[in-house]
């Protein structure tokens, strides 16, 4: 399947207000010449709006243009984003959504683990922390002294208990310098609309010898070459930029950051990637219904329990990229 065959060529923002769009420039390399990749739509809810993206001539970024300004674009996060975990009861299968978000953070622990030792006196800061129970595991399980960003306030949930909590753009928080042995951004990097500002000031919070951990999905991986436009980490409208490996690590260095190491994988299950993309393809636009898509994201995962036991040598849909202040 083509990107071309997917979605028709319209009105970059079918059914929006222009007056909420803004056009850009690539923020890799500040060019204006670019060429269109393709139109995506919003599979995940099925919201209206065909939204475009173009690659960039010159330095090969490919990012949203026209995107919704940052004063619009909150309301694309409501509470069916997942990763706000609004829904709890799903049920029978209710402890298999439990079992699938919990193993979610225990990954992540589990790689960050291999780089950075904890301990009750760290401080971790996850930037685009949605319902912080990653956070929440770290002081549970660890003692971490732990604080989180995101312009979603969700510091009602339980989860926020021990989580010092900013509401807001990450680079406008006042948080103290040098200060954190790790930074997390699961996720978030693809989000940003102004993610060299934001690298700059993640390294200036950062300790010396801290961590600086992110993960996006990849887009010159096997699951886009399936999905084309219909991929499911594009994520239009939410999503401002599509990284390589190229075009992430050039994004990190840009905004400051040394590369200690670099993954193929991450901790983001990739077998999402297949099941999301096939259930887009099929629908259209239509819209993911959780509520019916779980029983058979249930079965679909046995099945390939097998194949997925290689996902991290298959360069199926994400990359992770381990960071230190330049020495």
């Known amino acids: 399947m083509t990107s071309s065959d997917a979605v028709p060529v319209v009105n970059a923002a079918l059914s ?21 990749l393709l139109r995506a739509q919003d599979d995940y809810t099925g919201k209206p709006g065909v939204f475009r993206f173009v690659k960039c001539k010159h330095c090969g970024l490919a990012f949203q243009n026209p995107r919704i300004s940052v004063e619009h674009i909150k309301a694309w996060y409501d509470d069916e984003y997942i990763s706000h975990r609004k829904k709890t009861d799903w049920g029978v ?35 685009g922390c949605g319902s912080a129970s990653f956070l929440n595991r770290l002081h549970e399980r660890v003692g971490c002294k732990v604080y989180g960003v995101d312009f979603k306030d969700l510091s009602h949930l339980p989860t926020y208990q021990a989580v010092e909590f900013h509401c807001g753009l990450f680079y406008e928080q006042q948080l103290p310098e040098n200060h ?53 980490g594009l994520q239009a409208p939410q999503h401002t930029a599509l990284y390589s490996k190229k075009t992430f690590c050039e994004m990190l260095k840009k905004g400051g950051a040394e590369i200690e190491t670099y993954l193929p994988y991450g901790a983001f299950p990739a077998y999402f990637y297949l099941f999301a993309g096939a259930a887009f393809c099929y629908l259209r636009g239509k819209g993911l219904n959780l509520s019916k898509a779980i029983y058979p994201y249930f079965v679909g995962q046995l099945l390939t329990a097998p194949v997925m036991l290689f996902e991290r040598s298959l360069n199926l849909a994400m990359q992770t990229a381990v960071c230190r202040k330049p020495t």
Request: proline share 6%; net charge neutral.
């Open 16 to 36: 929006l207000d222009p007056a909420r769009m803004e056009t850009i420039s690539c923020f890799l390399c500040g060019a204006d010449d670019a060429t269109e």
């Open 93 to 127: 299968l209710t402890w298999f959504y439990k079992w699938a978000m919990d193993k979610h953070d225990r990954d992540k622990e589990k790689l960050v683990r291999r780089f950075v030792p904890l301990s009750p006196s760290s401080n971790v800061l996850d930037v």
């Open 180 to 232: 954190f042995d790790l930074i997390t951004m699961w996720h978030f990097l693809e989000h940003d609309y102004d993610p060299a500002r934001t690298l700059q000031h993640a390294l200036r919070l950062l300790k010396p010898n801290g961590r600086l951990i992110l993960e996006v999905p990849r887009l010159d991986s096997n699951t886009y070459r399936i999905f084309g436009s219909r991929w499911p």
